[in-house]
């Protein structure tokens, strides 16, 4: 088995438990609203606004036995930069304040998750932050195109208030493959042990994200009533 399939393996139960968050679950079956899309796009460029950031002090910390990873993290950065733009692109073509999120401070679990990040580059591993890549390139892959087309339709929205989701849908489907074939190069015991435990972090963390946005209200009318036996 190579080291992305055993990523994949002993992250899967990590994974189910973002998945089935509330509001990810909710949205995909259309139960959505204005205020949890744009509370999700603020989260979205509190933790997006450092992935250039957190890339650079991965490159930086890299051991001499990893130089190997320093180009495919320019590369990486290059496609990186300005993403957090496209998201207040986004908050402006659905009716909201861009600035003002521009401005504001992030949720108390996105600045854990982007903390976690930071942390885990300085004080442990720096390739443990392919952990967070796997985490939320992987479910951007999975969710991002379905998840736009089930808001978009119920609000009403143009197709200019989804160029983050619609865009990173795309864009990651090349990230992760790319990611596949740099994780299958990790051969030290240890460094894979801390991909492992990083991804696994990253979903409850990012899971915590999702849980701490708000729920669309859904009207009993859109609930759907059990037939009497």
């Known amino acids: 088995m190579s080291f992305y399939q055993h990523l994949i393996e002993h992250t899967f139960e990590a994974r189910r438990g973002l998945l089935s968050t509330p509001i990810i679950e ?31 002090a991965t490159q930086a910390a890299l051991p001499a036995q990893h130089q190997w990873l320093f180009d495919d993290l320019d590369e990486y950065i290059e496609e990186e930069l300005g993403h957090e733009e496209w998201i207040l692109d986004d ?48 479910t951007s892959v999975s969710l991002a195109l379905m998840a736009a087309d089930a808001i978009q339709k119920p609000l009403g929205l143009p197709d200019s208030a989804f160029s983050y989701l619609r865009s990173h849908g795309t ?49 009993p009318a859109a609930t759907p009533k059990l037939e009497a036996a």
């Not at 995909?28 to 650079?56: D, I, M």
């Not at 240890?190 to 209200?217: E, T, W």
């Open 171 to 219: 864009l990651d489907q090349e990230h992760t493959q790319h990611l596949a074939v740099l994780m299958d190069q990790v051969t030290d015991a240890k460094d894979q042990a801390d991909i492992v435990h990083a991804a696994r972090a990253f979903y409850r963390l990012y899971g915590d994200v999702f849980r701490s946005l708000p729920l669309p209200v859904v009207s």
């Open 26 to 56: 909710g949205a995909l079956r259309g139960q959505v609203s204005l205020p949890s899309y744009l509370a999700f796009l603020r989260e979205a460029y509190h933790h997006v606004r450092h992935t250039v950031p957190l890339l650079q």
């Open 91 to 138: 908050i402006r073509a659905c009716g909201g304040d861009a600035e003002g999120v521009r401005s504001s401070q992030p949720g108390h679990a996105t600045e854990l998750m982007v903390a976690y990040a930071y942390d885990t580059i300085a004080r442990k591993n720096p390739l443990g932050f392919f952990g967070m890549v796997l985490v939320l390139e992987g």
